[in-house]
């Protein structure tokens, strides 16, 4: 079946530097990717939207400078965060999909801590 | 209103018990997932379905498309049942999906 895998699974930085979250479709050729962010006890919200080879949309409230998203391939998507505070810490997971016929798949989430 | 709305929100249970969590949704899916989170965060997915019912292991899901309800089924719980189950839906008008607020299962040894 179609798999995601996202790295890293935990990450802790410091403070103004910069964390690149990777989302790797394995068997699929995935041609739109969410990411989604979870606070404590919250569910899952959308931060964006991509489509391979163009720009991502992003949600209401979700600072596109601060949030950098890549779809350069049908395989690789990656979310960086940039100039990390502390109020980024959350979990962040990504979906990726093929096509309507097909669902979305998604990866088992990254925990970033920032200190 | 929510337009996934999950039920119970919390469940606690005795091992061996048959477990339920229900999903209510009011917009127009073309599919269902559910997904179960762990208490590290990880994200494992269940199911997806589109119609009828799925069965992996002791899990089952059904959907019914005309109520706009699925639910999830755990046979024998185990404490390793422990976590928060989670449906979402991918809607038709956008593709997006939309996640429920979960249900957190707590199965007692």
């Known amino acids: 079946g179609a798999v995601v895998s996202q790295h890293p699974s935990r990450v802790i930085c410091k403070s103004g530097t910069s964390v690149k979250i990777e989302c790797r479709s394995l068997?699929?050729?995935?041609?739109?990717m969410f990411w989604y962010r979870q606070f404590p006890k919250q569910s899952l919200m959308l931060m964006a939207t991509?489509?391979?080879?163009?720009?991502?949309?992003?949600e209401q409230g979700v600072e596109k400078d601060k949030f950098l998203i890549n779809h350069a391939s049908l395989t690789l998507s990656t979310l960086t965060v940039t100039s990390a505070h502390p109020e980024d810490s959350s979990f962040y997971i990504c979906?990726?999909?093929?096509?309507?016929?097909?669902?979305?798949?998604f990866g088992s989430g990254t925990r970033l801590t920032v200190v | 209103k929510n337009e996934v709305e999950q039920s119970p929100q919390n469940l606690t249970a005795q091992e061996g018990e048959f477990i339920t969590i229900n999903c209510s949704y009011s917009?127009?899916?073309?599919?269902l997932h559910w997904l179960q989170q762990h208490p590290g965060g990880g994200i494992v997915s269940l199911f997806m379905l589109s119609s009828g019912k799925k069965k992996h292991g002791r899990l089952i899901a059904t959907i019914n498309i005309q109520e706009k309800h699925s639910s999830l089924h755990i046979t024998a719980s185990h404490p390793r049942d422990s976590a928060v189950y989670i449906c979402?839906?991918?809607?038709?008008?956008?593709?997006?999906?939309?996640f429920g607020k979960g249900t957190r299962l707590h199965i007692l040894p």
């Open positions: 068997d699929f050729q995935a041609t739109t």
């Open positions: 979906s990726a999909g093929s096509g309507r016929a097909y669902g979305y798949t």
């Open positions: 917009v127009g899916i073309s599919a």
């Open positions: 991509s489509n391979e080879g163009s720009k991502a949309t992003y």
């Open positions: 979402a839906v991918r809607a038709n008008r956008d593709d997006k999906i939309i």
